[in-house]
């Protein structure tokens, strides 16, 4: 899609958060799939996955990280493969340190929305709190609060999930029923 290579050509230029990033080394922001029906929306690339293998989920050596292979299974409750999603990161830098999150957050902002705008998902599975509060302009005091929960957005619909880390408690089976009910809204 032209849409989606133009912005990563405006975000490959852009200078915004230039003290708080590295620069995302890759040529793509925006890991393309099959099916556009589902996004998923990271927090920042993985420093040792996409950000060097320069493909969503897998590190340099090819393999499946742990968090794909978690999202993976997850992904098999709705009979989809991982290849087969469009994914992004809210922020599209890798930050140097955690307290620029939502600097970074903010500036990248408009990138995230004219890509979702290009990709016309119907849901967007935010991975975690940081990708949540990227994309959702709600208050809330914990993330649990707002996990499953569904949020229109536009024309598609928001569901925060627990990020599948395999370091969460909650990355598999906390996610495992909303995954089961995605089936209403594929």
Known sequence: MKELIDIDNE??????????????PNSKTVSIGKN?????????????GWRKSGVA??????????SGVILQKLLDIINIKLEDI?????IKCYPKDRKYLNKCT????VFLS???????????????????????DIKYSKFSDVVGKRYSVGDYIVIPIYHPSPISPMSYKGNIEI????????
């Open 86 to 90: 469009y994914f992004l990161e809210a």
């Open 179 to 186: 995954f089961k009910s995605l089936g209403d809204v594929l």
């Open 114 to 136: 004219r890509q979702l705008d290009i990709i016309k998902p119907k849901v967007v599975l935010a991975l975690g709190d940081a990708a949540t509060r990227s994309i959702l």
């Open 36 to 48: 556009n029906k589902i996004v998923v929306l990271g927090e920042a690339p993985a420093n040792n």
């Open 11 to 24: 975000i490959f230029k852009c200078n915004l958060c230039s003290n708080m990033v590295e620069k995302f």
């Open 57 to 66: 989920w897998y590190d340099i050596n090819h393999k499946l990280l742990p």
């Open 106 to 109: 903010h500036n990248c902002r």
